[in-house]
């Protein structure tokens, strides 16, 4: 869910337009605290509460007004980052590490002596 989604949401929980007042939203909030009591719909009180913190802070209420006023503009595309290693080099590096790791003697065939 967006930022603008969860003003959106706000607004129409408390029933009031994007560009009420700071007094038409504590009104809005009132009416709603009495159609929706603590101790009966506490669903609907936390609601409702949820939503007048949101509205009636100002700097939310102003990033609000930034947001719709911005174009929706999607994120530049990064490009996909390089491969470091060419096809193959990673098993060639896992090879080289075996053979340093090998004891080359053990793996000679030992050889019958003619008596």
Not at 15 to 20: E, F, I, L, M, W
Not at 36 to 50: A, I, M, Q, Y
Not at 106 to 112: C, H, I, N, S
């Amino acid at each position: 869910m967006s930022v603008i989604d969860l003003f959106l949401q706000a607004h129409d929980t408390l029933g009031v337009r994007p560009d009420d007042d700071a007094a038409a939203v504590k009104r809005a909030y009132r009416r709603a605290v009495i159609a929706h009591p603590p101790d009966l719909d506490p669903e609907g009180f936390r609601r409702v509460r949820e939503a007048y913190e949101l509205l009636s802070d100002p700097g939310r209420r102003a990033r609000e007004l930034l947001l719709r006023a911005a174009p929706a503009v999607p994120p530049p595309s990064l490009p996909a980052p390089p491969d470091p290693l060419p096809p193959g080099a990673l098993a060639l590096v896992v090879l080289r590490a075996l053979a340093a790791q090998l004891d080359v003697d053990a793996l000679r065939v030992p050889q019958e002596r003619k008596a």
